[in-house]
């Protein structure tokens, strides 16, 4: 079973986040960045997607080229929305804001061991080994919290995420908001997991 490229970013961008331990690595960017990414998971081809990463507001854009939509994630909210333009529409799904709280909430107990250097789109990292209740996964993070590669499987299935490309500059804060003016589309719960598992019920 394949885990869907959004719960890989969610586990990216929201899974790594340790309670206390003694040994931490910094796991949000603290400056703003731009990240190309090749997603990869069995069963499925290789995707691209590029993430935008809002440091003072903890916000982050996830563009998905190929089909023309993103996700806008407010972390200190705990909130995400789908924003597709080809239906002038913004969808709020009370699952995918769920998917961020309970991401966040599983974080709590996660272990990290370090396993060393690595090197990826030109930058180094460190490998950490995360342990939680949820799964497991590598992740290899810049001194300044970039993740650059993340292996991770949980019981939705396991899937890669790997940088090609790191850019550094302020990110314009207005591509973290919908565009003004798009129906508001609110999805009956339960609707967005069975996309995200392919149509079948979770």
Same mark, same amino acid.
């Given at each position: ?17 340790? $309670? ?45 080229? $190929? ?57 180094? !990292? ?13 992740? !290899? ?62």
């Amino acid at each position: 079973m394949s885990l869907n490229p959004l719960l890989l970013f969610g586990l990216l961008i929201l899974g790594l986040a340790p $309670a206390a331990a003694d040994t931490t690595p910094l796991i949000l960017p603290n400056q703003d960045v731009a990240v190309s990414y090749q997603v990869s998971s069995p069963g499925r081809p290789d995707q691209s997607y590029q993430l935008e990463y809002d440091a003072a507001g903890q916000r982050a854009r996830i563009n998905n080229p $190929a089909q023309g939509t993103y996700f806008l994630v407010n972390l200190p909210a705990g909130t995400a929305q789908m924003v597709v333009p080809q239906l002038n529409s913004v969808v709020n799904a009370p699952d995918l804001s769920g998917l961020t709280r309970q991401i966040t909430d599983a974080s709590h107990n996660a272990r990290f061991t370090p396993l060393g250097h690595s090197q990826y789109a030109g930058l180094a !990292c460190e490998n950490w080994l995360v342990l939680s209740n949820q799964g497991s996964a590598t992740a !290899c993070l810049t001194a300044d919290g970039v993740a650059l590669h993340f292996t991770g499987k949980n019981a939705h299935g396991s899937g890669q995420v790997t940088a090609t490309a790191v850019n550094y500059a302020p990110q314009p804060s207005a591509d973290f908001n919908p565009p003004s003016g798009l129906n508001a589309i609110t999805l009956p719960p339960g609707v967005l997991q069975q996309l995200i598992n392919g149509g079948q019920a979770p």
